[in-house]
């Protein structure tokens, strides 16, 4: 569950900030809490405009809580619906701007890298409107790296499972074949 909170520090600071929760009997789940955990760290090491940052997280006893920043705005996938429902088409620049802001935080995901400049071979794997959020400022941002591959990473998919959307998967990830950042691009195309 995604809440509104709010970041207070010392002398009267604060900042709206989006919260993450996982379900209290997930939270239980030793491996789902770890996926929650890989998602800060591998956010963390991406700074870029165009991804949501991810600034704490809290674990307290049976509690799980992922710190992201706010973004005032909505999901590409709420916009879309909404363009559908007044039976209008989003403009061609409006379009284009978000799928090159898309494009960009996918880049600096596949680029990022690791304390010591070694590449973390990022993959985001359920690139999809749901995971594009489009502030108020006209800036799309790519968010949710929940079940992204890594290298390095200490969750990793069982062999022969498949995560994401399946609307957005490239063959190889259906297939459960070892993907690349290129299905990331593809999921972006679809």
Do not use: C, W
């Not at 963390?44 to 991810?54: D, E, F, G, K, M």
């Amino acid at each position: 569950t995604v809440h509104l909170g709010r970041l207070v520090g010392p002398a009267g600071f604060s900042r709206t900030v989006a919260v993450k929760r996982l379900h209290p009997q997930l939270a239980q789940d030793r491996e789902i809490s770890q996926m929650l955990l890989e998602e800060a760290r591998l956010a963390a090491r991406i700074q870029h405009p165009n991804v949501v940052p991810t600034l704490d997280v809290v674990a307290a006893e049976n509690e799980m809580l992922l710190v992201m920043e706010y973004i005032r705005g909505d999901s590409l996938s709420r916009l879309m619906r909404a363009a559908q429902a007044a039976q209008v088409r989003l403009p061609p620049n409006v379009a284009v701007a978000i799928m090159l802001n898309t494009l960009a935080g996918l880049q600096a995901a596949h680029e990022a890298t690791d304390e010591r400049g070694m590449p973390l071979g990022l993959v985001h794997r359920d690139v999809s409107p749901q995971n594009v959020m489009v502030g108020v400022d006209g800036v799309a941002r790519v968010l949710d790296f929940g079940i992204a591959k890594a290298e390095g990473r200490l969750v990793t998919t069982r062999e022969g499972e498949v995560k994401g959307k399946v609307m957005y998967m490239a063959r190889e990830q259906l297939a459960g074949e070892h993907v690349t950042r290129a299905a990331d691009i593809y999921a972006a195309g679809i």
